[in-house]
């Protein structure tokens, strides 16, 4: 266990940040391989480096049971989503290489139990769907039929893909700590940063120390705005727009399960690891298509009392300019019609920058606007 100085900020998720890397064992070559998915190994990442804290393997049929029906692990933590790996049989030894799917040795796990699970109802639990056409159940759905409990001990981290903001959270705590933050908020995004949030991100900035801007860059569907070009887009918006002394951009390696509210929460907890006590919800959070109601995610955190997660979740409506406001509102703030309003939709956004026109000002800032453009280009 390594300790900081994070007197100050919040407590990791069940009190203690978990550290699973670890030395190469003797043998290694000996051991029964299991295969991860690109998924699994985002989560034995996030698991090594106590991202998923107080997880410290992947999880056991109690554990599991209780997630999929209540949402807490066996001890009563609140947990969000499985965090569980598929094998198509059980192994035959008490320990296995875990291994990506190129063949490259990334940890052991001492097996503890293997159980059978049923995906019908792990999607109607979790993703309150059980549609195939849903990527987080289609994913689900292709999965092996068993589940491989036990500790994990990581002593392959997967090379990040953006090595400069690649930050596990014992280190976003140390910056955090050294620039005397105790009340910080996370904001999670797969999406290039608009105006309508940029505002949320700002609204919520004034009233903690700091802002951490935590774009997921683990596996996104095909049709998500590709990592490079939204890092890009990030980079040039925070030079511009944000005092650097009050954000700090770091990569989130998880990988989207789009499973809406429930994975709000998962956001939510994990962001509490990396340091968080504050972290924005907004509508349809981690929602794809139409399957979660535009206020599920926010409702979500209704079914805990205030002070078991610890960390304050932030409800954001949409936003947008307003030009009788004069500013950037919300249906919150602002009693204005929706001509008033600049709003265009996900398609017209797509149609200007393909055409390679830069949308309105009061849309995107047009650094962020070129960046896409040039993509487009190059797309
Ligand atoms: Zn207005």
């Not at 190129?102 to 309150?128: I, N, P, Q, S």
């Not at 509490?272 to 599920?296: M, P, W």
């Not at 079914?303 to 936003?319: I, V």
Request: a negative charge; glycine letters at 8%.
């Amino acid at each position: 266990m390594t300790t900081v100085a994070t007197d100050r900020l919040i407590a990791p998720h069940g009190g203690m940040l978990v550290d699973r890397t670890g030395e190469r064992p003797e043998g290694l070559e000996r051991l029964e391989r299991v295969t991860l998915t690109s998924r699994e190994v985002s989560d034995l990442d996030m698991l090594a480096c106590g991202a998923l804290s107080p997880l410290v393997g992947f999880m056991g049929r109690d554990d599991y049971e209780r997630v999929v029906e209540e949402m807490r692990l066996a001890s009563g933590l609140i947990w969000a989503l499985p965090v569980c790996l598929a094998v198509p049989e059980a192994p035959r030894g008490d320990r296995v290489a875990l291994v990506d799917e190129a063949g490259t040795a990334l940890a052991v796990l001492d097996v503890e139990d293997v159980y059978e699970y049923d995906r019908t109802r792990e999607a109607e639990r979790c993703f309150r769907t059980t549609d195939d056409a849903h990527p987080g159940v289609a994913r689900l759905y292709a999965q092996h039929p068993l589940y491989l409990s036990g500790l994990v001990t990581v002593f392959e981290r997967p090379r990040p893909q953006f090595e400069e903001l690649a930050r596990d959270p014992v280190e976003t705590r140390a910056i955090f700590a050294e620039r005397g933050w105790k009340r910080v908020v996370g904001f999670q995004t797969r999406n290039p940063i608009h105006r309508a949030h940029e505002y949320l991100t700002k609204v919520a900035l004034e009233t903690v120390d700091g802002l951490l801007v935590h774009p997921l860059v683990g596996d996104t569907k095909s049709d998500d705005v590709p990592a490079e070009t939204r890092v890009e887009c990030y980079r040039v918006l925070l030079d511009g727009y944000y005092p650097s002394d009050r954000v700090l951009l770091s990569a989130f390696p998880a990988a989207m399960r789009y499973a809406g509210p429930r994975e709000a929460v998962w956001h939510a907890i994990c962001r509490k690891n990396y340091g968080c006590s504050h972290f924005i919800v907004g509508r349809d959070h981690a929602g794809v298509g139409d399957y979660y109601g535009t206020y599920d995610a926010q409702l979500i955190f209704d079914a805990f009392e205030p002070h078991e997660l610890d960390l304050e979740p932030l409800f954001f409506e949409h936003s947008f300019f307003c030009r009788a406001c004069g500013s950037m509102a919300s249906a919150k703030t602002c009693p204005h019609p929706a001509e008033e309003h600049v709003f265009l939709s996900g398609t017209k956004v797509r149609e200007l920058l393909a055409a390679g026109e830069v949308p309105p000002e009061e849309f995107t800032r047009h650094e962020v606007a070129e960046v896409l453009i040039e993509a487009y280009r190059q797309g």
